[in-house]
């Protein structure tokens, strides 16, 4: 009789290895406190057990795989869109180029028998040519970040301070001071640190406030193992409300008549430092001037 009831129970718990080898368990609490002697209850424990260790392997793996999936998708949807990007650009410029040269010849042969409005509409074509092909050029700019781009130690000390050399004419010509600290040495992209302060350092002559000459601080502190740079200006401020637009490409705040730009530098300061692994963010009163922040974590460790 005790050796019918051991088969029955091994035929028994056979069924529950077939059942949890699908996905399936009908071992509840009900059944493991009825289930004869301690070492049945105990197979039967340690079989639920099993079925809610597997199941929950299976969904990390599945959750694995779809983020795998998902990165890979994405990947794939960048490099389509900077080839897009690419192409569109290069694509673009020699309609453009036809515009504007037909546009120049036109006015040059034929401007004499134009009135006034006729030259001023071929005017607006040429500069609307012009500030077209800059934006599809700040575009290809933008799609090209990163690529190819060779991880080393850079001087950050020295890379700003060349920055600065190279646009003392913009400088003198604002009677700007620029004031920079010490500053560390990281593993970065150079190019892209390049442009990226550079940029930052040339709104901050632009955006100035007439009556007022120009200056600038540049400083670096480390927090919590990231490195987070200030650059700082007196010049006219950003409004609160517009602070987390002015990241966004093409995104512009003041006419074209007032400041010249195509709304491409800051998005690109955003896309050099995400890639980096950083952030960028702004504090600023109008008025008083803005304060731009970016972090810098130690790539060489990532």
């Known amino acids: 009789m005790e050796s019918k009831i051991k088969e029955k129970f091994l035929s028994e718990v056979f069924e529950h290895i077939l059942g949890i080898s699908k996905g399936v368990c009908n071992i509840d609490d009900e059944m493991i406190i009825n289930g004869g002697s301690e070492i049945e209850q105990q197979v039967l424990q340690g079989l639920s057990y099993l079925h809610a260790d597997l199941?929950?392997?299976?969904?990390?793996?599945?959750?694995?795989?779809?983020?795998?999936f998902r990165l890979k998708s994405l990947e794939e949807k960048n490099k389509q869109l900077e080839q897009f990007n690419y192409v569109a650009s290069h694509d673009l410029q020699e309609p453009l180029r036809t515009i504007t040269n037909f546009s120049q010849l036109l006015k040059k042969d034929y401007g004499d028998n134009l009135d006034d409005i006729g030259n001023k509409y071929l005017d607006f074509v040429v500069q609307s040519s012009e500030r077209m092909s800059e934006l599809i050029l700040g575009l290809l700019n933008f799609s090209r970040l990163g690529n190819g781009s060779v991880l080393e130690l850079v001087n950050f000390q020295n890379l700003t301070q060349n920055i600065q050399a190279d646009l003392q004419a913009s400088i003198a010509e604002k009677n700007a001071t620029i004031q920079i600290q010490k500053l560390p040495n990281l593993w970065g992209y150079k190019l892209e640190l390049r442009q990226l302060i550079q940029n930052l350092i040339s709104n901050a002559l632009k955006f100035n406030k007439e009556d007022k000459d120009v200056l600038i601080e540049i400083s670096c502190r480390k927090i919590d193992g990231e490195h987070i740079f200030r650059i700082r200006d007196n010049g006219i401020g950003i409004p609160k409300k517009h602070?987390?637009?002015?990241?966004?490409?093409?995104?512009?705040?003041?006419?074209?008549?007032?400041?010249?730009?195509?709304?491409?530098?800051?998005?690109?300061?955003?896309?050099?430092?995400?890639?980096?692994?950083?952030?960028?963010?702004?504090?600023?009163?109008?008025?008083?001037?803005?304060?731009?922040?970016?972090?810098?974590?130690?790539?060489?460790?990532?």
């Open 55 to 68: 199941e929950l392997n299976k969904k990390e793996l599945r959750k694995a795989v779809e983020n795998e």
């Open 243 to 302: 602070q987390d637009k002015i990241f966004i490409l093409f995104q512009k705040l003041h006419h074209k008549s007032v400041f010249e730009g195509t709304g491409i530098g800051l998005a690109n300061c955003q896309k050099i430092v995400e890639l980096h692994k950083g952030n960028i963010w702004v504090e600023s009163v109008v008025g008083e001037g803005s304060s731009f922040f970016f972090s810098i974590p130690n790539l060489k460790n990532n």
